[in-house]
């Protein structure tokens, strides 16, 4: 990095000069048009003046629930030219995890999609730190309707009623620009705090590790995630270049889209190539301007090139650290998540007391920073497990990972108590607290079990209360009203009781040992009675 770039990675500046380099370019990309930086550089001054005139200040906190928009583009940029904290919230989010996130987050206000009202309604006696909502009405929302809360509320077309001149609180590199919520371990999903520096130094690693300096991004990716926020958003951003926004991905349209908006560098999860892959051949697979898919895990980059001439790019990416390990640019190892960034961090393999491991030996990847403020900072309002992550004086991921002698680092499991499916990172506990609280429930436990599309799926193991009678599909049902679509189990297993350790904890490794990688014969599978059941889909 070069002298000083960092204390010039603050995000509402970083527009700033760069609408001044680029005005007329194009920045986003929608289906309905395009905006230049100009454009985006003069709406997140208006929405910072409108936030201002209904009240927010310096350090509060506002929560984001919009849809892919090029409102919540805007939004996250006149956040952070306040100096206020953005909390994306993942869409899919209700009842008791929706509320978790907005009082654990210590929220005051909500810009929310008026399609996602009515989730507020049940919420509304549980949400005393919320002082104002602001409503944005997209294409098909019709005003009316009853007012889900006693907070103040207005639309978002008030916040545009002001001037473009806001106010400019002095912002560093190292103030808190959001607080983005990650799965659980061992407890609810925590707030990782991060500063306008991880953001930004993620997002411009992003760029040199892809070679994509001024090119076109494709983002079907939501904007509540850092991926696609970070290394899709912002990277274009530093670039100069441009990003296509879409509301999600759609196998069906995702290449003619690819030609539409001119993408040479797709942001991806692992599960979309499969889905891309298994659809028919077409004359035209390699008829596109695509060259690069950016993503977590790369296992089937030689299929990839084989049928659509793209390559997929592998980096150790989270969000608590940003990009830990990446290749060189046309360095790549099969498998291989890179080298640590030795500018930027230390990387080791340790063993379960916190000792390096040799080459070859598998073990927890754990990081520390080289420069401030490049990781996280902590969990909001979680001392005891941000204690636990940082300990001995290293950031533990939960990941278990092996290096090999040329120091190229290789992802084997996840040690913590999370699931990945499609896309998404499922907090096993999150996901017991609701399944508990249906009446026939006496316990449960989820575990991720594999699954076609490489990643994982959900496996439900419930010991019912003494007399109670309880099918796989009302529990299926209960937990569809309850929970985001992506964590309704797909496999359900009644049993009378759950394996336990000495300490009386539940044994997940057991459960996972049995039958075929966790699957008995007594286990319920959702997907072989409901037809075209998709929890993230692909079309």
Request: charged share 25%; proline share 6%; glycine share 8%.
């Amino acid at each position: 990095m070069r002298a000083g770039m960092l204390e010039s990675f603050v995000l509402g500046d970083v527009l700033k000069t760069q609408a001044r380099v680029h005005r007329n370019d194009t920045f986003l990309k929608f289906y309905e048009g395009d905006l230049s930086y100009g454009d985006v550089d003069e709406m997140a001054d208006r929405v910072a003046q409108g936030l201002i005139s209904c009240g927010v200040q310096r350090d509060d906190h506002v929560a984001v629930m919009l849809p892919n928009c090029a409102e919540f583009v805007h939004l996250m940029f006149a956040l952070a030219r306040l100096g206020v904290v953005a909390v994306p919230v993942n869409t899919a989010h209700k009842g008791e995890l929706l509320r978790h996130v907005l009082t654990s987050s210590d929220t005051s206000v909500l810009v929310v999609e008026a399609h996602y009202l009515d989730r507020l309604a049940p919420l509304a006696n549980k949400l005393p730190g919320l002082r104002r909502v602001v409503v944005r009405r997209g294409p098909g929302d019709v005003g009316g309707g009853p007012q889900p809360l006693a907070t103040p509320t207005l639309s978002w077309s008030n916040l545009l009623d002001h001037g473009a001149d806001a106010l400019r609180p002095e912002v560093g590199f190292h103030h808190l620009q959001a607080i983005m919520y990650t799965s659980g371990t061992t407890g609810p999903s925590k707030g990782a705090m991060c500063s306008h520096a991880l953001a930004l130094t993620c997002a411009y690693d992003s760029l040199n590790y892809l070679d994509r300096w001024g090119k076109t991004t494709y983002c079907p990716l939501p904007l509540f995630h850092a991926a696609a926020m970070w290394d899709g958003v912002l990277s274009a951003l530093l670039s100069g270049g441009a990003i296509a926004i879409v509301d999600r991905f759609h196998a069906s349209k995702f290449w003619d889209d690819v030609r539409y908006f001119g993408a040479q560098v797709a942001t991806s999860v692992f599960s979309m190539i499969p889905i891309l892959l298994n659809r028919p051949p077409d004359p035209r697979d390699r008829d596109h301007p695509l060259e690069t898919f950016y993503m977590g895990k790369s296992g089937l980059d030689e299929p990839l090139r084989e049928r659509f001439g793209v390559r997929s790019v592998e980096t150790y990416t989270s969000t608590e650290v940003g990009i830990a390990t990446g290749s060189p640019y046309g360095e790549w190892k099969t498998g291989s998540c890179g080298i640590a960034h030795d500018e930027r961090f230390e990387v080791a393999v340790v063993d379960e007391r916190d000792r390096e491991v040799g080459s070859g030996e598998p073990g927890e990847l754990v990081v520390r920073p080289k420069q401030p403020f490049t990781i996280t900072t902590g969990y909001y309002g979680a001392a005891e497990a941000t204690a636990h992550c940082f300990r001995n004086l290293w950031f533990h991921t939960g990941d278990r990972v092996w290096r090999d002698e040329d120091g190229y680092f290789y992802f084997l499991d996840r040690m913590k108590d999370s699931i990945r499916r499609r896309g998404e990172n499922i907090s096993a506990f999150d996901l017991e607290c609701e399944v508990n609280l249906h009446p026939a429930v006496l316990e449960c436990a989820a575990i991720g079990v594999p699954s076609e599309l490489e990643e994982e799926d959900v496996k439900l193991a419930v010991v019912l209360r003494p007399g109670a009678g309880l099918d796989p599909e009302e529990l299926i049902e209960f937990c569809e009203r309850q929970l985001p679509r992506y964590m309704v189990p797909r496999y359900v297993e009644f049993r009378d009781a759950l394996p336990r350790t000495p300490t009386d904890k539940v044994a997940k490794y057991r459960l996972r040992a049995e039958g075929d990688h966790g699957i008995t014969e007594g286990t319920w599978d959702r997907a072989a009675v409901v037809s075209g059941d998709e929890p993230c889909a692909a079309d």
